[in-house]
């Protein structure tokens, strides 16, 4: 699987090696403007371990025993470039899922009620402007009908494949498309340092295959940690293929260089004006279904994830575990729906912005369009709200829902204050008007 020497991808490659988005080239900078402008979009973690209600994958790490020792599972670690995979146990890794069952979950697996249209449009009114499906996790299931393995979903009852579906689904509904592939597979006889390169082989292929299969997939979300260096998939290899097929594709920073952005995961990204990010965030602390014993943050937790994202300078990927029958979690549902509700009214101070000028504290956040910085105070504290000097004179205040604000320039800071009946929660969003240039 040779590549030709490009021009174009060697510029591609070079900016995958940048951190900061001022060291890539133009045309690098620019192929992220949709997402930046996007701010919000879906995480779908879902395969057959819905059906044991355990986390993804990772209940297949430890399953070599019947399911109360925790014994590891020895055998899936690559043990190259000194990485060793399984160093630890974690509470959200429970279940351990016994080997006798994990490994037969898919033959049980038929989500009859899955509907890729209704899916998508709970994103979209939700305000969510992308989604990203998890096609194949560490556990190596593929949640398409892909020709180089037999463990897909083609080898369930259920024998559709779910990520075309989605795929088609995203682009009918006008919601940007992306895939997350997982570079770990715990189950393919390849993955390991004895047959590294012939699995790589495989991730190639697969990799392809998607992109062929779904022409919309403008994101790629891989899922190895910065230990897991490049040299180990071969990366310049394959952001080469990559680039060949989808040249304007977006790549995040989990196969062993920068690339396009950062992705923390259960926290929100630090204030970072100069690095693109996307916090991955989850309603129940678990990445898939947990059924409904594990608790739903509330919307107020939900829309504050959203907010202290697009404030820090960064998106909020919100992931959903769907159900073993293809529906989301009602009470899922119910948040992103309310989040669309508020974003239907407040999507300005969200969508298109950047972060600041403001840093961001315990009041909350403030998010910048040319002149009109939006003020997201979601904690009061007592009396005013006092911020550093924004570098420019404020011409006027108002409230974003209707009314007025008061402000107090000197040269040492701005003071807001806002009466406490003209307040709203879980936000209240000061618009202050800057003097142009």
């Known amino acids: 699987m040779s590549e030709a020497a490009d021009p174009a991808f060697e510029q591609f490659w070079a900016d995958a090696l940048q951190p900061k988005w001022a060291d890539k080239s133009e045309s690098s900078q620019r192929r992220l403007d949709w997402w930046r402008e996007a701010k919000f979009g879906m995480f779908v973690h879902w395969d057959p371990s819905s059906l044991a209600a355990s986390e993804i994958s990772w209940s297949k790490q430890f399953y070599a025993d019947h399911g ?26 429970k279940p351990a899922v ?8 898919h033959k049980s697996f038929y989500p009859g009620m899955f509907d890729a249209d209704r899916f998508v449009a709970a994103a979209k009114q939700a305000g969510m402007k992308y989604l990203i499906q998890v096609t194949k996790h ?3 299931f593929c949640m398409w009908d892909t020709k180089f393995t037999d463990f897909n979903i083609m080898a369930t009852p259920y024998r559709r494949d779910l990520v075309v579906a989605m795929a088609q689904a995203c682009a009918r509904a006008g919601i940007r498309y992306g895939i997350y592939y997982s570079q770990r597979d715990w189950h393919h006889p390849d993955y390991g340092p004895e047959r590294m390169a012939k699995y790589n082989e495989y991730m190639y292929h697969q990799v392809e295959e998607l992109l062929v299969k779904c022409p919309n997939i403008e994101v790629i979300f891989f899922d190895c940690e910065q230990y897991y260096p490049w040299q180990m998939w071969d990366g310049k290899r394959l952001f080469q293929m990559i680039h060949r097929l989808r040249p304007k594709v977006i790549i995040n920073d989990r196969c062993g260089v920068p690339a396009d952005c950062t992705t923390p995961e259960q926290s929100i990204g630090e204030y970072n004006l100069e690095r693109d990010w996307e916090s991955c965030m989850t309603f129940t602390g678990f990445w898939s279904w ?29 992931n959903i575990g ?25 999507g300005a101070s969200i969508y298109g912005t950047r972060g600041g000028p403001f840093p961001p504290g315990d009041y909350g956040v403030s998010t910048r369009k040319g002149d009109t910085v939006y003020v997201h105070v979601l904690q009061w504290p ?20 209707g009314g007025n604000a008061s402000v107090q320039q000197t040269p040492d800071g701005v003071r807001i204050g806002v009466a406490p009946a003209d307040r709203t ?13």
């Not at 009602?330 to 009214?345: C, I, T």
């Open 68 to 93: 109360e020792q925790l014994l590891d599972n020895p055998r899936p670690s690559p043990d190259l470039h000194g990485v060793r995979e399984h160093r630890f146990w974690l509470d959200w890794f």
């Open 98 to 105: 016994p080997r006798e069952v994990y490994d037969h979950l």
């Open 138 to 140: 560490h556990n190596g």
């Open 290 to 318: 947990h059924g409904f014993q594990a608790t739903v943050i509330p919307f107020e937790e939900c829309l504050h994830h959203l907010v202290r994202c697009a404030g820090g300078g960064g998106n909020l990927l919100m």
């Open 322 to 346: 769907p159900l073993p029958t293809g529906q989301i979690d009602p009470r899922e549902a119910d948040r992103l729906q309310r989040v669309g509700a508020w974003l239907a009214q407040n």
């Open 382 to 401: 007592e009396g005013e709200v006092v911020l550093p000097p924004p570098g420019s004179r404020v011409v006027s205040a108002r409230l974003l829902a």
């Open 425 to 437: 929660e879980p936000d209240t969003i000061v618009v202050l008007e800057l003097a142009r240039g």
